[in-house]
């Protein structure tokens, strides 16, 4: 979500977990036993992605049924990739080394059945790894404890999830126990989730988290490329396979010079920041982060976008429909991303995962549904002109036809 300089009330939702809840107690430090291991890369990952390569966000953990259609959905369409979390606090929640593996393997089989390849999200730490109070979003206070968990997630689909995004948005402070976000105490996490997927399966791919888009710099957020250059300042390098970017498109089409946005308050909604922060409210704030991987010398590693696309919120009382563009201009501004990125950012972007086939959970009262291109309902199916856009629209040949 973005969280910008001028309010909390300015956040766009595509990215919520929902309000921030009451401030936990901080552990002095995240603690670790585990010995610190770096791994050759054994992943080429021009052999495992287009570039770029198609993916969409889906929710397939409660609802067998709609799970089978939604894969459905993303199979018809054309695209190959799918991103869904693992909860940690589902398959280790009533206490540690207790673990529940009955819907995640139900979930696995499905995604196999239906020819995709997955991101696998891992996080939302269970009640008893943290200090921090359910349901916030919080590190481990031990990572070992982390490590464990993504240990037995990727030996035990061994060869089965092509990839794993550890953690969430760790530049929000409500994504990290609500305390000030720091990206050298995300390094440490990243560390330890990279040689756990490592040890376990070695050919997985590792992406760093995917961070939320925004203008604030204070206690209760930081910039994505501010966090970027803090992470390669803490020698994060060896420790992901492909860097994790958020990429909303806000109030503008996605070939929009960012340049122009920051400087346009009609695009930046008035927006306070510095004015090369300003820059995120465009979808080509992916080109700032590219040019910081560039900056630090790690010029070989694809950019993943795990979370993009345009709302169409109506709601009169929406904080989001500043930016809310209409329906036919989410179809065409999808459609249009990945053009532009497969005619400017070829070889370095790797999947670009737009958001989302809606959680079935969710109803037109939900912000998270107009960024949606299914929407929910069961056994009835919304689908938005989006869906039948990317459904029709060319695509790069997978990598295996290449």
């Known amino acids: 979500m973005l969280l910008s300089s001028c309010s909390l009330a300015n956040e ?8 921030s809840p009451t401030p936990a107690a901080s552990p002095a430090a995240l603690e670790t036993t585990i010995e610190k291991t ?8 021009d052999k495992v992605m ?3 390569d198609y993916g969409m966000q889906v929710f397939l953990y409660w609802r067998e049924e709609v799970a089978d259609r939604d894969l459905k959905l993303v199979q018809k369409a054309g695209f190959r990739w799918v991103k869904q979390e693992i909860p940690w606090r589902e398959v280790e929640g009533q206490a540690k080394g207790i673990w529940q593996w009955d819907i995640p393997d139900r979930m696995i089989d499905q995604i196999d059945a239906h020819g995709l390849k997955a991101i696998v999200r891992l996080g939302s730490q269970p009640s008893w790894a943290s200090s921090a109070v359910l349901p916030e979003i919080s590190p481990p206070d031990n990572l070992q404890d982390f490590y464990d968990y993504a240990y ?3 030996s035990r689909y061994k060869g089965r999830i092509e990839a794993y995004q550890i953690w969430n948005e760790p530049n929000l402070a409500r994504e990290w126990g609500n305390r000030p976000p720091n990206p050298a105490e995300y390094v440490e996490m990243l560390k330890v989730g990279y040689q756990a997927v490592k040890a376990a399966d070695p050919q997985a791919i590792v992406i760093s988290a995917g961070l939320a888009p925004t203008t604030r710099h204070d206690a209760e957020a930081i910039p994505d490329i501010y966090f970027v ?9 060896p420790y992901f396979d492909a860097l994790g970017v958020h990429a909303s498109g806000y109030k503008s089409p996605p070939e929009i010079d960012p340049a122009i946005v920051a400087v346009t308050p009609e ?12 820059r995120v409210y465009s979808f080509r704030h992916v080109e700032d982060i590219r040019e910081t991987m560039v900056r630090n010398g790690d010029t070989a590693k694809k950019i993943v976008i795990l979370e993009f696309g345009w709302t169409v919120d109506p709601r009169s009382d929406s904080p989001y429909r500043w930016h809310a563009v209409t329906p036919e201009q989410q179809d065409k501004y999808l459609q249009r991303a990945y053009a532009y990125a497969e005619a400017n950012w070829r070889p370095w972007i790797g999947v670009m995962s737009l958001i ?7 109803t037109m009262r939900d912000e998270q549904t107009y960024w949606s291109i299914v929407y929910p309902g069961y056994p009835e199916l919304q689908t938005a002109p989006a869906y039948y856009g990317v459904l029709t629209m060319v695509k790069v040949p997978p ?3 290449n």
């Open 229 to 237: 250059q803090g992470m390669y300042e803490a020698e994060a390098a």
């Open 50 to 52: 287009s570039s770029p």
């Open 152 to 154: 037995a997630v990727a």
């Open 267 to 278: 695009l930046n909604n008035g927006d306070s920041a510095p004015e090369e922060l300003r």
């Open 399 to 401: 990598v295996e036809a």
């Open 12 to 19: 766009t939702a595509a990215f919520d977990n929902g309000p």
């Open 38 to 45: 770096v791994y050759t890369p054994t992943v080429d990952l």
């Open 356 to 362: 989302y086939i809606a959680d079935p959970q969710w």
